[in-house]
């Protein structure tokens, strides 16, 4: 193995039933400040990690470091090996936030000339829509309401993506999956992961929010109430759920046709 290296370690973990089992990590090896050559963890990637054969792996581990360190590949991947290596380079730069491999840490300002035509941008996404929904969900207590009605914390966060994906993009679950995986940045709001997010996690997610529906409605129109004046007059102001209609020309309530 070289001084400087990434690789994808394997660990057994424990047997079950005789049965191994294992987890799988992204490793790189570095020396440090005192020249010694110490293994970091970049990147936990689970158990049963099956996304890329495991005689790949190497492939997969070089072209993450090719990709950290803006270098182009020299043999083409197949589309499999590309895309999974882009999906963990960008969870290591979004982890880390550094450079990772061949950090220089004089501060002495560089500057070099840049033709901007030659620039190009990768994995492009939208945020700011996505910001303002998660913000006003927070402002309504959304994220609490769920935590209060048994939601755990990654069922809150897979809740919100379906609603405020939904919110931006209406559509089936499977559009949108493909919108929360490949168009937003939702997850980075978050502070989570929708990179391998699957169609059935929101399927399962949907039954969850109709099972607790009756509590978590009672629990918003008490927010709402908070918000907009507990003695609001339905027959002197709007609340919320009248936004978008018209008075007199219509019963309170009622759209226009």
């Known amino acids: 193995m070289n001084d400087e290296s990434m690789y994808i370690r394997k660990t057994k973990t424990r047997v079950i039933n005789g049965v191994d089992h294992y987890t799988y990590r992204i490793v790189e090896s570095r020396r440090d400040e005192h020249d010694k050559v110490k293994q970091h963890t970049l990147l936990n990637l689970g158990a049963h990690y099956d996304l890329v054969p495991e005689e790949d792996?190497?492939?997969?581990?070089?072209?993450v470091d090719n990709i950290i360190m803006g270098q182009l590949s020299l043999l083409p991947l197949s589309e499999t090996l590309e895309t999974e290596a882009q999906r963990i380079a960008n969870l290591i730069i979004k982890k880390h936030a550094t450079p990772l491999i061949g950090h220089n840490n004089k501060k002495d300002a560089r500057y070099e000339h840049v033709d901007i035509t030659s620039i190009e941008n990768t994995d492009v996404k939208t945020i700011g829509v996505e910001?303002?929904?998660?913000?006003?969900a927070k402002k309504i207590s959304l994220p609490k309401i769920l935590l209060n009605s048994g939601f755990s914390p990654k069922e809150v966060n897979a809740a919100l993506a379906s609603i405020i994906g939904r919110l931006i993009a209406p559509g089936s679950e499977v559009s949108t999956v493909n919108y929360l995986r490949n168009n937003s940045a939702l997850d980075e709001i978050l502070d989570t992961d929708f990179s391998n997010l699957h169609k059935n996690r929101l399927y399962k997610i949907s039954d969850l929010l109709l099972k607790h529906q009756s509590a978590i409605e009672s629990a918003l129109y008490q927010k709402e109430r908070e918000l907009f004046n507990p003695s609001w007059n339905a027959k002197k102001t709007k609340p919320l759920f009248?936004?978008?209609?018209?008075?007199?020309?219509?019963?309170?309530?009622?759209?226009?046709?």
């Not at 792996?57 to 072209?63: F, K, P, T, Y």
């Not at 936004?243 to 046709?257: H, R, S």
């Open 242 to 257: 009248y936004a978008g209609y018209k008075a007199p020309d219509c019963i309170l309530g009622v759209p226009q046709i």
């Open 131 to 136: 910001h303002l929904a998660y913000e006003t």
């Open 57 to 63: 792996h190497s492939i997969l581990a070089q072209r």
